[in-house]
């Protein structure tokens, strides 16, 4: 793991080769991203035959390591590039997470005239947009885009619908469900948009991983704070309590209100959210229902959020940590020793005016 370890963190022809595949698939689920990583090192690494052997016995906590170290060398690089690599989990589908490129710098109106879209198109596609946010899951209907392609098209609306609504789905900005009729957002254009799509929409956020909320009837909400929850969060954030009870982590951590979850519904998968490129604080890390806990989750939560990367560097260098899962490992290690030495300086003087008392009633 030592020799893997250096050939993830340091940018090579395996990196480019990652890159140059998200592009050309646009997205693709976390482990085939995995199974070309373990492909391309095999292919430029140059691996020893125990070396190749260790790549194919990987654990998932390891293999889970492995694919921190990437995506933070990657996007150490890409940054320059105005491009980023994120992991998202699909709302429709909660036993999926994808790995996808996305652009971190604001979108200028004056790069929309070489798109190659013309104006009575995009402005289709905001309507979509909206209807997409407006509706309870996320999804509007074939029929209704092609319906209100006249508002925006003089002459052969549905035909000019039917083939920009083609084109989206062909570029994977669109997905078309098992039925044929109900259409979404992609993993990929939902990672791309949720910045904008909150701003202009008003939608509501995740407590926990912070990232926009489109099935808003699947997410859990709080009425002490009116927080809500992705449903999968939910599910990975009560795994957490050991007591067995879902807290809300809305107000900063501080609400602490049980919510009700249904638990013939908790089927999520075990992998972590990524906000600006890193890992979201896996749960199973850190007890929330400590106060260092708290505190650690909460730390880790505000330095993922920062878009400065050099202030999230300096913080896990502090620590010496190199992702958010160690950084709130560290924190909750230093509070909880730090309050065992406080526990033990007041069982000293506890027992010193003890013993002082009783040597005065002795006397």
């Excluded at 709302?91 to 790069?111: G, K, M, Q």
């Excluded at 879209?117 to 885009?145: H, P, Y």
């Excluded at 925006?152 to 619908?161: D, E, G, L, P, Y």
């Excluded at 906000?275 to 880790?300: C, P, Q, R």
Aim: charged share 25%; hydrophobic share 35%.
């Amino acid at each position: 793991m030592e020799t893997l370890s250096t050939i993830v963190k340091n940018y090579s022809e395996i990196h480019r080769h990652l890159v140059r595949y998200l592009m050309h698939k646009g997205y693709t689920q976390t482990g085939d991203f995995c199974g070309k990583l373990v492909t391309f090192i095999e292919c430029y690494g140059n691996p020893s035959e125990r070396q190749k052997e260790k790549l194919h016995s990987l654990s998932k906590k390891e293999t889970r390591s492995v694919l921190i170290g990437m995506l933070h060398c990657l996007n150490e690089n890409l940054n320059v590039f105005g491009i980023r690599v994120v992991e998202i989990t699909d709302e429709h589908d909660e036993d999926t997470d994808y790995i996808t490129l996305v652009n971190s710098r604001p979108f200028s109106e004056t790069l929309q005239g070489v798109s190659g879209w013309k104006r009575g198109e995009v402005a289709l596609f905001n309507e979509w947009l909206g209807m997409i946010c407006s509706s309870e899951d996320g999804q509007f209907s074939k029929t209704e885009a092609i319906g209100v392609a006249s508002d925006f098209f003089n002459t052969a609306s549905q035909k000019r619908a039917q083939r920009l609504l083609d084109e989206l789905l062909a570029d994977k900005w669109l997905c078309m469900g098992q039925d044929g009729e109900r259409i979404r957002l992609s993993a990929r254009a939902l990672a791309e948009l949720e910045v904008g799509l909150v701003n202009k929409f008003s939608l509501e956020t995740c407590v926990q991983c912070k990232r926009v909320i489109l099935m808003k009837r699947r997410a859990l909400h709080c009425n002490a704070c009116d927080a809500y929850l992705h449903h999968h969060c939910a599910a990975r954030l009560r795994r957490s309590m050991r007591s067995g009870n879902l807290k809300c982590r809305g107000d900063l951590g501080r609400c602490g209100a049980v919510l009700e979850f249904p638990a013939a519904n908790d089927h999520t998968n075990n992998g972590e959210a990524y906000v600006n490129g890193e890992e979201a604080l896996h749960m199973d890390e850190v007890d929330l229902e400590t106060v260092a806990g708290n505190v650690a989750d909460s730390l880790s939560q505000i330095f993922l959020l920062t878009p400065r990367a050099e202030i999230r560097a300096r913080a896990y260098e502090l620590m010496g940590a190199h992702s958010a899962r160690e950084f709130a490992a560290h924190v909750e290690r230093r509070i909880n020793a730090y309050l065992q030495l406080g526990n033990e300086a007041n069982d000293n003087r506890q027992t010193t005016s003890e013993s002082f008392v009783h040597k005065s009633q002795v006397a």
